[in-house]
């Protein structure tokens, strides 16, 4: 019979330690890193509190700071981008709680491996001990997998500490979602990666051969990734420069983290909802900067020419009437041109639609009269204004007393469109801005007329 394999434990991240601690005389040899041994391992943070970048549940009043004091570590997901220390907060935590520390990825693990990971775990309870199982990649496993977690999180059998780089409202089903508690982990800012920066010059005792923007463009290339910023101080280690690489020498020797994007994941959601609001904010340098950012990112422009089609119908509206025949023109301009030179049409898109005077009144409207025509059904438009072709139709009344408004004062009669037995209703209501004031003033004349009439 064959033996069951032991589930596979994953290497360490940028902060995590080691899965097993060397214990009697290999103890002091964890204390010298060996020769191939990569930076970003070498500093890895030996407490909680050296974890950089993350106050907001390490700090002193800490979500996960909190909880440890209290001495109830609960199932945990940790929710952030690659490099922010994900699995080195787990790591430390199972130490911090005295937890034996179990690692499991969804991409290499399956079914089989959950199986004897939980079985290892209630073993470990029943000698007295906890466990913390470790689950990188969490979003992977499909929501059977995700399902199989409920009963040993509830009962206790682990602490369950799942990693995710994708939005769990999303990425993970409720019930698990319902049992552990989401920590969002922040992006590296800029001083979290200087202080990685001062630690990596501090391991290797020497200064990093950069000038002062050229260590700012190193922390800018990083985008938030620590361990990406330390595998690029060791490839400037390695280099034999005669003096200090400033900002484009740097650039020309190292390539820039690719930028965090994917058209079908949450970044493409999260951006087009800030080029979005950035528009409606009427803040064109703003909009412009997330238009940038998601073209940078790979996105198809015919997808941005799209949604700035809707926001000229949705935002402006009535406000600058010129806004949705432009929003075409310059899709089409995007289609004959195509990338890069139709790209030009759509910023200039952006910056009309962001500095345009804004009007969801049709909006309103139109979502109030689906609303109406839902609740009233099949009623018939009023007869007078229905054709009458044939001699019947004209018998039983249809056209009869219809006002030609063109042959009225003012060119408006002033009759009833609405369906007998439907009140009138009040849809539209322009704002006063831009074009709208000018359409406000000419209902409020015309219901003058009507109330006379």
Same mark, same amino acid.
């Given at each position: 019979?064959?033996? +069951?394999?032991e589930?596979?434990?994953?290497?360490?991240?940028?902060?995590?330690?080691?899965?097993?601690?060397?214990?009697?005389?290999?103890?002091?040899?964890?204390?010298?890193?060996?020769?191939?041994?990569p930076?970003a391992?070498?500093?890895?943070?030996?407490?909680?509190?050296?974890?950089v970048?993350?106050?907001?549940?390490?700090?002193?009043?800490?979500?996960?700071?909190?909880?440890? +004091?209290r001495?109830?570590?609960?199932?945990?997901?940790?929710?952030?981008?690659?490099?922010?220390?994900?699995?080195?907060?787990?790591?430390?935590?199972?130490?911090?709680?005295?937890? %034996?520390?179990?690692?499991?990825?969804? @991409?290499?693990?399956? @079914?089989?491996?959950?199986?004897? =990971?939980?079985?290892?775990?209630?073993?470990?309870?029943?000698?007295?001990?906890?466990?913390?199982?470790f689950?990188?990649?969490?979003?992977? *496993?499909?929501?059977?997998?995700?399902?199989? *977690?409920?009963?040993v999180?509830?009962?206790?059998? @682990?602490?369950?500490?799942?990693?995710t780089?994708?939005? !769990?409202? *999303?990425?993970?089903?409720?019930?698990?979602l /319902? &049992?552990?508690?989401?920590?969002?982990?922040?992006?590296?800012?800029?001083?979290?990666?200087?202080?990685?920066l001062?630690?990596?010059?501090?391991?290797?005792?020497?200064?990093?051969?950069?000038?002062?923007?050229?260590?700012?463009?190193?922390?800018?290339?990083?985008?938030?990734?620590?361990? #990406?910023?330390?595998n690029?101080?060791?490839?400037?280690?390695?280099? %034999?420069?005669?003096?200090?690489?400033?900002?484009?020498?740097?650039?020309r020797?190292?390539?820039?983290?690719?930028?965090?994007?994917?058209?079908?994941r949450?970044?493409?959601?999260?951006?087009?909802?800030?080029?979005?609001?950035?528009?409606?904010?009427?803040?064109?340098?703003?909009?412009?900067?997330?238009?940038?950012?998601?073209?940078?990112?790979?996105?198809d422009?015919? #997808?941005?020419?799209?949604r700035?089609?809707? *926001?000229?119908?949705?935002?402006?509206?009535?406000?600058?009437?010129?806004?949705?025949?432009? =929003?075409?023109?310059?899709?089409?301009?995007y289609?004959?041109?195509? /990338?890069?030179?139709?790209?030009?049409a759509?910023?200039?898109?952006? @910056?009309?639609?962001?500095?345009?005077?804004?009007?969801?009144?049709?909006?309103?409207?139109?979502?109030?009269a689906?609303?109406?025509?839902?609740?009233?059904?099949?009623?018939? !438009?009023?007869?007078?204004?229905?054709?009458?072709?044939? %001699?019947?139709?004209?018998?039983?009344?249809?056209?009869?007393? #219809?006002?030609?408004d063109?042959?009225? +004062?003012?060119?408006? /009669?002033?009759?009833n469109?609405?369906?007998?037995?439907?009140?009138?209703?009040?849809?539209?209501? !322009?704002?006063?801005?831009?074009?709208?004031?000018?359409?406000?003033? &000419?209902?409020?004349?015309?219901?003058?007329?009507?109330?006379?009439?």
């Amino acid at each position: 019979m064959a033996a +069951e394999r032991e589930p596979p434990i994953m290497g360490d991240d940028l902060f995590g330690l080691p899965a097993e601690q060397p214990q009697g005389r290999n103890a002091d040899a964890r204390k010298k890193p060996a020769p191939t041994q990569p930076l970003a391992d070498r500093l890895r943070p030996q407490r909680l509190e050296d974890v950089v970048g993350q106050a907001h549940l390490l700090g002193s009043e800490g979500a996960l700071t909190r909880m440890l +004091e209290r001495g109830s570590l609960a199932s945990l997901i940790l929710w952030g981008g690659p490099g922010v220390g994900k699995t080195t907060i787990a790591r430390l935590l199972a130490q911090a709680a005295g937890l %034996k520390f179990v690692q499991l990825s969804a @991409v290499f693990s399956g @079914v089989a491996d959950l199986k004897k =990971a939980f079985e290892n775990a209630r073993r470990q309870a029943e000698l007295g001990g906890g466990t913390l199982l470790f689950v990188d990649e969490i979003h992977r *496993f499909n929501r059977a997998q995700q399902d199989g *977690f409920l009963p040993v999180v509830e009962d206790g059998t @682990v602490v369950l500490v799942g990693a995710t780089t994708e939005n !769990p409202s *999303f990425a993970l089903n409720s019930a698990l979602l /319902s &049992r552990c508690q989401v920590m969002v982990l922040n992006r590296l800012d800029d001083p979290a990666c200087e202080a990685l920066l001062v630690r990596a010059e501090e391991e290797t005792g020497r200064p990093l051969p950069l000038t002062e923007d050229g260590r700012v463009t190193l922390r800018a290339m990083a985008d938030g990734d620590g361990r #990406y910023l330390l595998n690029m101080v060791e490839q400037l280690l390695s280099l %034999k420069t005669e003096k200090p690489l400033d900002a484009q020498a740097l650039s020309r020797l190292l390539a820039k983290r690719a930028i965090l994007y994917d058209r079908d994941r949450e970044e493409h959601y999260n951006l087009i909802s800030a080029l979005h609001k950035s528009m409606r904010g009427s803040d064109p340098d703003a909009a412009l900067y997330w238009f940038a950012r998601m073209l940078e990112g790979g996105e198809d422009p015919r #997808y941005l020419a799209r949604r700035m089609t809707r *926001f000229a119908a949705e935002d402006v509206g009535m406000a600058d009437p010129h806004a949705l025949p432009l =929003a075409v023109a310059a899709w089409e301009t995007y289609e004959r041109l195509g /990338s890069p030179e139709g790209e030009l049409a759509l910023a200039q898109l952006v @910056v009309h639609l962001a500095t345009a005077p804004k009007s969801n009144a049709v909006y309103k409207a139109y979502g109030a009269a689906r609303r109406a025509a839902k609740a009233t059904g099949s009623l018939m !438009p009023p007869a007078h204004i229905l054709n009458a072709p044939t %001699k019947l139709m004209q018998d039983i009344g249809y056209g009869k007393g #219809y006002q030609y408004d063109h042959d009225a +004062e003012e060119g408006f /009669s002033g009759q009833n469109y609405f369906p007998d037995g439907m009140k009138r209703q009040n849809f539209y209501n !322009p704002t006063g801005r831009g074009y709208e004031r000018e359409v406000r003033h &000419r209902l409020e004349t015309w219901s003058r007329l009507r109330d006379r009439r």
